[in-house]
């Protein structure tokens, strides 16, 4: 007899989720209250991040948290009034950002970035969404010696420990590739494996479009209808209610509300982001996916248009929106490259589920049966999707992981 489950969030960590069980022989269910891939999968950099094996941690310099404190920058935002729910959160982020703990905890989550290309690609191939994807690296641009030499240190080292290519660019070099950036760039370093999405809604709901082609379904449904239903788990759906041995809450930045709930005290936090697409003026050309280092945001050349993406906002999940990074950031990057209108009619705004010690939370849920976790992913959610549900569907059916998740465990927080 066939087994079912339920994935409940449609991101791209419960799409790649659901493929993979549903590869494995389950008959899965995909469920979330909007269109997949509509919440915080829809806007980031569109970056599968090969490179990305050391976390963002917390500044530890003294100089730099009292220039955050004013709270003017581009690449960090905050709400006063939401920080004291905040400061247990962000104490224990601190702290788990200190050099030796950081060091620690990039070796234990450098195995899902080691394969965050390779399973992307399984899923791309089987989905036929090549035209989405660029294989050609992304790039940072530098203002500063200080801050090249510094970057150029940590790409070497990045290199010899984790065997990420990257190059080291001048003035020159940087002027070539990008004949229209425009300031006083001192060099760049662009890394080479990762791989850079045109469209990252569009990949998802092409992921989501082959999961069905294995026999998969979507409905609409309320994660907060999730209860027992004697040996079952049941959500109630717009199809009515659905019932499964096993169920994987793929939430994202509301899987602090659901896992509550159920009795879990995760402790969670919240980084906003922001994005606007803009068209190019003067027929201007942006060839990479490039960050201005010093001032902290990101400008892509994908389908709808040149992404311009900010850095975290720290503010209550249903705040409202207070996109004043990316007007600082607007300013700033029409210095450098020639923008022209914007493109969307109101600024993008999406939440990242970030845990203290920067490292997603993947596996079962203790002390209840056919629970599941897939959730705290942060700013990597589109890199870690596919070896998240890879590796997730192997644990679920009882397989051996491909690589060894007890990191990544639930149990670490004894929720």
């Known amino acids: 007899m066939t087994k079912n489950a339920i994935i409940l969030g449609a991101g791209i960590v419960g799409v790649s989720t659901a493929i993979h069980l549903q590869r494995r022989g389950l008959q899965v269910t995909l469920i979330d209250r909007k269109a997949p891939g509509n919440e915080t999968s829809f806007g980031n950099a569109g970056l599968i991040q090969r490179e990305g094996v050391v976390p963002y941690g ?34 224990r982020y601190w702290w788990n950002s200190n ?64 065997g990420v290519m990257h190059e080291q660019l001048d003035a020159t070099a940087v002027a070539r590739l990008e004949p229209h950036i425009k300031g006083d760039f001192l060099g760049g370093l662009r890394w080479r494996d990762p791989w850079s999405v045109l ?12 999961f069905e082609s294995l026999g998969g379904r979507c409905v609409t449904g309320d994660a907060n209808s999730l209860g027992r239903s004697g040996a079952s788990w049941r959500v109630v759906t717009s199809e009515g209610p659905l019932d499964a041995e096993d169920v994987v809450l793929a939430l994202g930045p509301w899987a602090a509300i659901a896992t509550r709930r159920l009795g879990y005290a995760f402790p969670l936090g919240v980084k906003r982001g922001y994005h606007m697409h803009y068209a190019a003026a003067n027929n201007a050309t942006l060839n990479n996916w490039t960050l201005d280092a010093e001032r902290g945001y990101f400008l892509a050349p994908m389908s709808r248009g040149i992404r311009l993406t900010t850095g975290a906002e720290f503010a209550a999940l249903d705040a409202p929106k207070t996109p004043v990074q990316l007007d600082r950031a607007e300013k700033v990057a029409r210095m450098v490259f020639p923008l022209g209108e914007r493109l969307d009619p109101e600024p993008w705004m999406g939440a990242r589920p970030c845990t203290p010690d920067m490292m997603p939370i993947i596996g079962k849920a203790p002390r209840r049966d056919g629970l599941w976790f ?12 596919p070896v998240t549900g890879r590796v997730l569907a192997e644990v679920i059916t009882g397989g051996a992981p491909f690589i060894n998740i007890s990191a990544y465990s639930p149990q670490r927080f004894n929720p």
């Open 99 to 162: 050099a030796k703990r950081h060091e620690m905890i990039s070796r234990a989550y450098a195995p899902l970035i080691e394969h965050s290309i390779s399973e992307h690609n399984d899923l791309i191939e089987a989905s036929n969404a090549q035209h989405l994807i660029r294989k050609d690296g992304w790039m940072e641009i530098f203002r500063t010696a200080g801050r090249r030499d510094a970057e150029f240190a940590e790409a070497e080292r990045l290199r010899a420990e984790f």
């Open 58 to 91: 917390f500044p530890q310099q003294l100089g730099l948290l009292i220039r955050y404190a004013f709270n003017n920058r581009i690449d960090a935002h905050y709400h006063l009034k939401a920080l004291p729910g905040q400061l247990a959160f962000l104490a």
């Open 374 to 385: 897939a959730f705290g992913h942060a700013h990597h959610g589109l890199t870690l999707g």
């Open 199 to 210: 469209d990252p809604h569009g990949l998802t709901m092409a992921y989501r479009s082959y």
